[in-house]
């Protein structure tokens, strides 16, 4: 069974840059064909998929934050990181990684991370 935990600051302030890391387990990040995203729920909106990381180490970003957006991976320790610069209060969300093994990377996501608060605040 392949388990997913995030795991960062919940806290950022303004213009900083948020760094979230999704531990994985029961499983590789490397395995063929897995897509690894991260995905987003503001407080009252709906699921926002961020990117993802593929097991090749190919990357793919939302194009509304593809200029604030970095995904990349440390295959030692089976994580990948989110990293979102220059952050505003629309940035506060729930943050969540995500796994799928579809061949394009879209969902149905099969397993899920419990979630990370991040607010965005001074």
């Known amino acids: 069974q392949v388990q997913l935990q995030e795991s960062g600051p919940g806290l950022v302030k303004p213009s900083q840059t948020l760094s979230l890391t999704c531990t994985v387990s029961g499983g590789s990040i490397t395995t063929n064909f897995y897509h690894w995203s991260w995905i987003r729920q503001p407080p009252g909106k709906g699921l926002e998929w961020i990117g993802y990381?593929?097991?090749?180490?190919?990357?793919y970003y939302s194009p509304s934050l593809k200029s604030r957006t970095s995904i990349s991976r440390d295959t030692s320790k089976n994580q990948f990181t989110l990293q979102l610069s220059s952050v505003t209060p629309e940035d506060t969300a729930v943050y969540y990684c995500?796994?799928?093994?579809?061949?394009?990377?879209?969902?149905?996501?099969?397993?899920w991370g419990q979630g990370t608060q991040v607010t965005v605040s001074s």
């Open positions: 990381i593929a097991y090749s180490g190919s990357t």
């Open positions: 995500a796994s799928t093994s579809t061949l394009s990377g879209v969902p149905p996501y099969d397993y």
